[in-house]
Every structure is written in C-alpha cells, then in structure tokens.
C-alpha cells in the first residue's frame, strides 16, 4: 500500500483503491470519476468516505517517454474534459495535473488523482499543467508543443487572455511555493531558460481572445 497526499492507495492487478482521510477529497474525486468521462478511469464501487475503487490504466506518466508525446491529442482530450462541466466560464479542473497524473495509454490520454479538482476558470488548469512544461522543456519544445496544444484547444472551445494572465501569475507562485515546501527539484531547465519559457506563456495572452 502506498502513500499519497489524501490516504493511501493499493495498486491491484485489474483495480486501484484509494483510501482517503479527508471527506472532502473523496468527495472531490468521487464525483470526478461519476462523470464517467472517457478520459478517466472507470468507477468500479466506493464506500462513503473512506475508499473509491477505480479501473487500473496500465500508462505512463506522459512525460516519461517524449518520443510519443502528443501535444494535440492531449489538448484535445483536456478540451473535452472542460467541456463536459462547463457552464458560465467554469468547469471542473484537475488542478493537480503533474505529469504522474497524466498517463499515456493505448495511443490515449487518461487523467487521474481528482482529489484537489474544484470548480473554476480552465485557464487556472491549463497554466498550471505549462509550468510543468516550462520546468522541464528546452525553449524551443515547448514553443513549438504549447502552441500546437493551444491551437487545437482553441479550436474546440475558447480561453480568455486577462484570466490567462492572472491565472499565469498566481500559478507560478503557488507552483514555487510547492516545490519549495516538499523540497523538490525547480526542474530539468537551467533557471535562465525557465524564465524564458514562462515568459514566453506570459506574451500568449496576446493570441487568447
């Protein structure tokens, strides 16, 4: 049995069961996989509030293996995930998007660990998935990667450029502040081309509309 954030989690051969501590996280994700999205694994059984069984995703992180990264597909499969919710500018967001969350399965995208996912503006979700891109990518990748992602996301619904911008902002320092908490790397970049990088997402607010 592992260790997570909200409980513990068993890792069977068919099944995952997460054990939570905190009603409100089982509450969080509980809902999230009653969605029955084809981006999330399936919702097996559950017992209120202490445990969630779910399908297991034989993935990997889709960070782990960048010969099969696949910027389209997966803005295109987070589009539809905001979607699904969406109403008066809000949708459920992940929030806790880090690469290990996001498993690559079957040519698919599946999305995972729903426990910190709340109600709010999809470009707090998709900032905060960059960051991550911004850390660990040279500039040139992730110029060239953001910009098929927000394309094709555009093209399926839209985002606005003065919440791509705050969301930006508050989502660095919280995405710092974390690192610095659980003592973790900055990320695989020199700090120089990271700053680079998040400049760069900052100046994407001009194509946003």
Known sequence: MNKNKSGSVSVLSDCVIKYFTNPKHFQAELYAYQLTLPMLPKLLDYAEPNWIKMERIWGIPYLDDLN??????????????????????????????????????????????????IFTFPEVDITHLLLFWAADFP??????????????????????????????????????????????LSGKQPIDVQTANRNWLADLDAIIT
């Open 139 to 184: 500039y040139a990748l992730l110029r060239s990667s953001t910009l098929i992602f927000i394309n094709i996301y555009l093209s399926i619904r839209q985002l606005d450029s003065a919440r791509w911008h705050n969301s930006l902002q508050e989502n660095i320092r919280l995405f710092d502040n974390r690192r610095k908490i659980f003592g973790k």
């Open 68 to 117: 099969n990264f696949k910027p389209e597909l997966l803005a295109e499969t987070i589009a539809n995930f905001h979607l699904a919710t969406y109403i008066e500018n809000k949708c459920l967001c992940h929030i806790d998007n880090a690469p290990k969350n996001i498993l690559f399965c079957s040519g698919r995208y599946y999305f995972i660990d729903f426990a910190k996912s």
